[in-house]
């Protein structure tokens, strides 16, 4: 809305609570009061009494407050309980085996073979000779084998419990 439609307006409604004070001057009566109060006749009387009846209504305020009702003590304790974890070790072990093969070799070194999981490796040696020969002079067998162990080990684990406990209004003062 612009300024000027509200001018208007308050203008208007200006106009009328002018008006309506203008009319209760002339009618004696305040503005905003009934133009005629209730009134009770009572037949039996000569006389007729106008009595006015006051309308009432009650409201009601409502408002909060926080009042202590009780209090909660908390604590928490830790225990450490020792157990015994069985923990598997494993560590490999080589095995070598001295195997005399004494041949001689034409040409070149044989070279690093394997027979299933053994790993074989020549051991070499020149000879002087007329004729120059290598001669293998034995073999190593290498087996690697896996070796699982036990060991029992103690470790300290710990655990926390939690204690509750409910303050009664008299203990309230007591720390």
Same mark, same amino acid.
């Given at each position: +809305?612009?300024?000027?439609?509200?001018?208007? !307006?308050?203008?208007?409604?200006?106009?009328?609570?002018? #008006?309506?004070?203008?009319?209760?001057?002339?009618?004696?009566? !305040?503005?905003?009061?009934?133009?005629?109060?209730?009134?009770?006749?009572?037949?039996?009387?000569?006389?007729?009494?106008?009595?006015?009846?006051?309308?009432?209504?009650? !409201?009601?305020?409502? #408002?909060?407050?926080?009042?202590?009702?009780?209090?909660?003590?908390?604590?928490?304790?830790?225990?450490?309980?020792?157990? +015994?974890?069985?923990?598997?070790?494993?560590?490999?072990?080589?095995?070598?085996?001295?195997?005399?093969?004494?041949?001689?070799? #034409? !040409?070149?070194?044989?070279?690093?073979?394997?027979?299933?999981?053994? +790993?074989?490796?020549?051991?070499?040696?020149?000879?002087?000779?007329?004729?120059?020969?290598?001669?293998?002079?034995?073999?190593?067998?290498?087996?690697?084998?896996?070796?699982?162990?036990?060991?029992?080990?103690?470790?300290?684990?710990?655990?926390?419990?939690?204690?509750?406990?409910?303050?009664?209004?008299?203990?309230?003062?007591?720390?």
């Amino acid at each position: +809305m612009s300024k000027q439609s509200k001018k208007v !307006q308050l203008s208007e409604f200006e106009e009328k609570l002018q #008006e309506s004070r203008l009319q209760a001057e002339r009618a004696g009566t !305040q503005p905003g009061a009934p133009k005629e109060p209730f009134r009770i006749e009572r037949d039996d009387v000569a006389d007729r009494e106008e009595k006015v009846i006051p309308v009432i209504e009650e !409201q009601v305020h409502v #408002e909060k407050r926080t009042v202590e009702s009780g209090k909660v003590r908390i604590s928490k304790n830790v225990r450490e309980d020792e157990v +015994m974890v069985d923990i598997p070790v494993v560590h490999e072990e080589v095995d070598v085996q001295r195997i005399p093969v004494d041949q001689y070799v #034409e !040409q070149a070194p044989p070279a690093v073979r394997y027979e299933g999981d053994k +790993m074989i490796i020549s051991v070499l040696r020149e000879e002087l000779v007329l004729v120059k020969r290598i001669k293998v002079v034995e073999e190593l067998h290498i087996t690697n084998r896996r070796v699982e162990d036990h060991k029992t080990q103690p470790i300290n684990l710990r655990r926390e419990e939690i204690n509750i406990e409910r303050l009664r209004n008299d203990d309230l003062n007591t720390p």
